[in-house]
C-alpha cells in the first residue's frame, strides 16, 4: 500500500488531539471527551505546512533531517554526456541537483526486524525465504 497525503491527513486527524485548558463537570463522567480533535480542513493546513516547510528548505539546498525517520539530501549531478535512446544521437545532459533519502538507523533496523517475508507462491503454498528485492517467482542465481 502506497501512503498519500489524504493517509497522513486522516491519521492527524485521529491521532492528534488538544486537551481542555480546565475540565467541565462533564469530562469526570466521561473522560473520553477530554480531548478535542482536529477537522479534517485543519489537519489538512497542518499537513501542508509540513510539506511547504520541507520543500522550501529543499529549494534553498538545506538538508532536511527527520530524527527516527531519515535525511533528505540534495546532490549536485554534474554535466555529462548521454545518449538519446530513439535515435542513438549524443546529447549533453546539463547538471541538475536532485533530491537522496537516507533512511535513519532506527527505520532500517524496524523495516528489517522480522529477519524473514512469507511469500505466497502461484501454486497456493507458502514460502518463507530471506529478505531480498526479488519477487518469489525469480529462480535464485548461485
Avoid at 107 to 134: D, Q, W
Wanted: cysteine-free; hydrophobic content about 35%; glycine content about 8%.
Amino acid at each position: 500500500m502506497t501512503v498519500n497525503k489524504e493517509h497522513i491527513v486522516r491519521s492527524v486527524m485521529e491521532n492528534v488531539g488538544f486537551k481542555p485548558r480546565r475540565k467541565g463537570p462533564q469530562l469526570f463522567l466521561f473522560p473520553e471527551l477530554d480531548r478535542t480533535f482536529l477537522s479534517r480542513k485543519r489537519a489538512g493546513e497542518l499537513v501542508d505546512s509540513l510539506f511547504k516547510k520541507l520543500k522550501d528548505a529543499l529549494a534553498r539546498g538545506n538538508d532536511v533531517g527527520i530524527t527516527g525517520f531519515g535525511r533528505f539530501q540534495i546532490k549536485f549531478r554534474w554535466a555529462r554526456k548521454g545518449r538519446n535512446p530513439q535515435t542513438g544521437e549524443m546529447i549533453i545532459l546539463r547538471s541538475s541537483r536532485t533530491i537522496r533519502f537516507k533512511a535513519s538507523r532506527r527505520l532500517r533496523e524496524k523495516m528489517n526486524a522480522s529477519g524473514a517475508i512469507g511469500f505466497t507462491l502461484s501454486n497456493g503454498a507458502e514460502s518463507s525465504r530471506l529478505k531480498t528485492n526479488r519477487p518469489p517467482d525469480v529462480p535464485r542465481l548461485t
